[in-house]
């Protein structure tokens, strides 16, 4: 098996456990990932400096 | 979640609605892993259909309760939550045939994997596709199950049209 398809076969795994997790346990996750979305939202961007005037 | 399972069971016991049923992807998790989602959604069947706006009551009793509209949406707990009546034959079933679930040892009403799949199926978006793919590789419906509600609801060849783009090889 080469590498990447020991990589995907983890990450199914991966999934898989969290699918048998419990409804609850589910939504709670979802609501963590909501909340990162929020914060993403609400932070104010970083500014890239634009190059120096001539 | 649990506070809006409590106040959905308290607003059907008040006589402000008749029935709920939450579906979309909130719904959907109970079949496969979670997903990303923004809002909760409720099918309802409100008591006074005859009113003009027909969510009018509902709006106010969650007022009354101290939750406050947030756009389209009223916010409960985390939750903005989006109230929908059962528009159609196929979400009034949905709704009248959905499950109670056990949600942190509170009964709350939710729309079965076939109808959540076949809603989807119904709405079209590239989202509501992957809805459709998630319930059927979770297991939680098979593809003969969603055939014969679609067809039942008029949606065969929205059905075989799924079929064709994203299962058969």
């Known amino acids: 098996m080469t590498d990447l398809e020991q990589m995907l076969k983890r990450q199914a795994e991966w999934q898989r456990t969290r699918q048998s997790l419990t409804w609850p346990e589910k939504i709670r996750l979802a609501e963590r990932v909501r909340e990162s979305v929020g914060q993403l939202r609400v932070e104010p961007r970083p500014t890239v400096p634009g190059p120096p005037k001539r | ?169």
């Open chain 2, 1 to 169: 979640m649990k506070e809006l399972a409590l106040l959905l069971n308290e607003m059907q016991r008040e006589g402000v609605i008749q029935d709920y049923a939450l579906f979309g992807a909130t719904a959907q998790m109970r079949y496969t892993e979670p997903v990303a989602t923004l809002d909760a959604d409720v099918l309802v069947a409100v008591a006074s259909a005859d009113r003009l706006d027909v969510l009018g009551g509902i709006y106010e009793f969650c007022a009354a309760k101290g939750y406050r509209p947030e756009g389209e949406a009223i916010l409960v707990g985390a939750w903005p939550t989006q109230f929908i009546p059962a528009f159609s034959p196929l979400t009034q079933e949905a709704m009248e045939q959905a499950e109670t679930a056990d949600f942190d040892g509170v009964a709350f009403r939710v729309v079965r994997a076939d109808h959540l799949a076949v809603i989807a199926l119904s709405v079209g978006r590239a989202k509501d596709m992957t809805r459709v793919l998630g319930l059927l590789e979770s297991g939680a419906v098979s593809r003969d199950a969603i055939m014969s509600l679609a067809a039942r609801h008029g949606l065969a060849d929205a059905w075989h049209r799924f079929e064709e783009r994203f299962l058969d090889d």
